[in-house]
């Protein structure tokens, strides 16, 4: 006579977290600290003291954090600055560093 066995698995599922993106702005000797400020707050919807803020420090250590996003909206915010900063005629960059 055959028995049979059944064997239950329990598979725990660990929720998707997605990765984050700092976007960093690069100081230049063209780009004004009024524009960058202005960047900060349209793009980043920062307050103009924060704005000044993380200006004050792209402009003293050379690049300063503007936000954390998923990659998707890092990547966007990225590009509007970029753009914004052709369109003005300033050689503003902008990087992507993972957290």
């Known amino acids: 006579m055959a028995t049979k066995t059944q064997i239950k698995t329990e598979?725990?599922?660990?929720?998707?977290?997605?990765?984050?993106y700092k976007v960093i702005l690069?100081?230049?000797?063209?780009?004004?600290?009024?524009?960058?400020?202005a960047i900060l707050v349209k793009?980043?919807?920062?307050?103009?003291?924060?704005?000044?803020?993380?200006?004050?420090?792209?402009?003293?250590?050379?690049s300063g954090v503007a936000g954390i996003y998923i990659k998707e909206i890092a990547k966007t915010k990225q590009n509007a600055v970029i753009n914004a900063a052709?369109?003005?005629g300033f050689p503003l960059q902008c990087i992507l560093e993972e957290e």
Do not use: W, Y
Request: neutral net charge; charged residues 35%; glycine residues 2%.
């Open 26 to 37: 690069l100081n230049d000797d063209v780009t004004t600290m009024d524009f960058v400020v």
């Open 86 to 88: 052709k369109e003005a």
């Open 11 to 20: 598979i725990k599922k660990e929720p998707f977290r997605p990765k984050f």
């Open 43 to 62: 793009i980043f919807e920062k307050s103009v003291q924060d704005a000044v803020d993380i200006m004050f420090k792209v402009h003293k250590t050379g």
